[in-house]
């Protein structure tokens, strides 16, 4: 009896992520500064709260967020997972290819995907990308972690 093959995992670049969090880092450390600067100056606490609230405790959760949604698409034997929220049985998925500049998905049926993530994607919003573009769903290049064209190759290869 064989194992079944390892999920296939695309996911966007952490190295944006870190340079966010760098960025962040930054500007919270100079909003520190500016607050011990004058401690006492009403715009200097008014300058230094708000680098510390805005880039320090919302660029914190944002980018833990962002982390754990990382992955984009994740296809297994059942189908494919999409932004980690919706599950599109392979039967469902028509075709998957690429364009220069993005990895496509074009469905049979779009009631999977709009059933499992109601908020995620529309029937009306499928269709305008499907005629737009001739995929369904479209990943640009820079959120994955190769280029289009190996994200679609591998996409086929996991497709039972």
Not at 103 to 113: K, Q
Request: proline share 7%; net charge positive; aromatic share 6%.
């Amino acid at each position: 009896m064989s194992t079944p093959a390892p999920p296939l995992r695309i996911v966007t670049p952490r190295g944006r992520l870190i340079g966010l969090a760098v960025f962040c880092a930054v500007i919270t450390a100079m909003g520190v500064v500016v607050w011990l600067v004058a401690p006492t100056e009403t715009l200097n606490i008014i300058v230094g709260a708000a680098a510390v609230g805005l880039f320090g405790v919302g660029g914190g959760f944002s980018l833990v967020g962002q982390f754990r949604r990382s992955t984009l698409v994740q296809a297994d034997d059942d189908g494919i997972r999409l932004e980690g929220r919706a599950r599109v049985p392979w039967r469902d998925v028509d075709r998957i290819g690429a364009t220069p500049t993005a990895l496509g998905i074009r469905l049979r049926s779009y009631d999977a995907l709009t059933q499992a993530a109601p908020g995620m994607h529309s029937a009306e919003s499928l269709r305008a990308t499907r005629s737009a573009s001739g995929w369904d769903l479209l990943y640009e290049e820079r959120l994955l972690d190769r280029p289009p064209r190996e994200a679609a190759a591998a996409l086929r290869a996991r497709q039972p």
